[in-house]
């Protein structure tokens, strides 16, 4: 075996199809959504998957995830790239805006603004992320999050804005037109 052979690695991932989680979470609120998929009820989304992320927790306002640091995330200069640090903030600040949203009610980001404090490595060990609301009104949503290593030092912060809206064809709602017609 050659050592570009010896240093050749493989990883295999697999998930569920996406769409029937997708119409869960049009009927449901944020929090039942969410506990159900933590339950293993409601599949999670295949990036989650992809990248190694877990549910750890979830609370009106406040989401938690895991990611156990792997060479498959490094970026050229041998650390996490920014991306997937981002990626799982993105994914816990925006679903502790989800948390706080009734039925029939959809979000998506707008923004994120994410601060790397330092590098995490394969050998960090497990980091966890941690998403909280902030405000939230009608139409928009903010919330913060944070980046810890197993010894709790901070690895990154962020913020989320997160557009708000009616999910279109939710029963028990009004379509924008048939309001605006009246």
């Known amino acids: 075996m050659s050592n570009d052979e010896a ?52 609370g009106q306002g406040r989401f938690v995830m895991t990611l156990e640091p792997q060479e498959c995330h490094y970026n ?9 640090l981002a990626t799982l903030l993105d994914s816990v600040m925006s679903a502790a805006v989800h948390t706080a949203l009734p039925a029939g009610k959809g979000y998506l980001t707008l923004e994120i603004k994410v601060n790397f404090i330092r590098p995490v490595f394969a050998r960090s060990g497990e980091i966890m992320a941690e998403g909280n609301l902030v405000s939230s009104n009608q139409h928009v949503a903010t919330s913060e999050g944070r980046v810890i290593d197993v010894t709790g030092r901070l690895c990154a912060t962020g913020t989320a804005t997160c557009l708000v809206f009616d999910l279109p064809g939710v029963r028990g709602q009004a379509s924008s037109a048939t309001e605006n017609s009246s």
């Open 7 to 58: 240093s050749n690695r493989h990883r295999s991932i697999s998930w569920e199809d996406p769409k029937p989680g997708a119409r869960r979470a049009r009927e449901l609120s944020g929090l039942e959504f969410f506990d159900k998929m933590r339950r293993g009820e409601i599949a999670a989304p295949p990036f989650v998957h992809l990248l190694g992320m877990e549910v750890f927790d979830a």
């Open 76 to 84: 050229p200069m041998g650390c996490v790239h920014g991306g997937v």
